[in-house]
């Protein structure tokens, strides 16, 4: 079988992978505070010798390669990451919808633990708490955050929350020291990947703006444009395995015979 093949393969497999992650971005077009994934790539046109995996080459990596490969030199992912660039501010006329303006999240607790976020969709819930659509308490400096009955609600840029003009607490506006540990745990929540090192940090510069709600940062056009870049790469290494398959099946039903 030719070489060609497997590298259309994994071309077709890496393909795939990116399709999946567009999919995934354009679903949630519409995701208040949600965060696109990205991926980028590298191509390796020389397999040299010690391109053949044995165990002391898997040794010195940090983690598997996508696809897993007999060989390295092959078409793959370089990386996949979190896009945390600042999405449009869309007004509302809820006092509880936030949006944080700079690099910052909102900390929320469910029976799991703590996790971070973007989107500041938050209501009152029937025992007084703040929470989101899914129920995750809203964290101020003093745990979960009460509001009192029948009461008007404001928040300042820093965070600090208000009743009827007395201060109840200061909403947790966190970040981390390095973004780039940060993993999607769904519901559009975040947290530290256990295997990395950051820390938890306090968000200085971020500001929180009041009614208001905090766009996703996918672009629809440059989404839909990769997606059918995807398409159309995904179709050309279908080509080159079956051009492949029919060069390997005339090899082995033409050659040698008179």
Known sequence: MQDGM????FGALTQEHRMNTIA?????????GYKRDRMAFRD??????HDVIREPVLNVRSKPLFPEPDYLSKVRIAESRIDFSQGSMKKSDNPLDLAISGEGFFKVRNDNGDYYTRNGHFTV?????IVNADGHQLLGEGGPIAVPPSTRLSVTADGQIFADGEALDAIQLSTVSDLTALRKVGQNLFEIHPDRQAVEEPALEAQVAQGYLEAPNVEVVTEMVKMIETQRSFEAY???ITTSKETDSNAINKVGKV
């Open 125 to 129: 819930g029937p025992d007084g708490l």
């Open 24 to 32: 995934n971005n354009l679903a949630n077009v519409n995701t208040t």
């Open 6 to 9: 497997y590298s259309a393969l």
């Open 238 to 240: 279908q080509k080159v």
């Open 44 to 49: 390796v046109f020389v397999r040299f010798a």
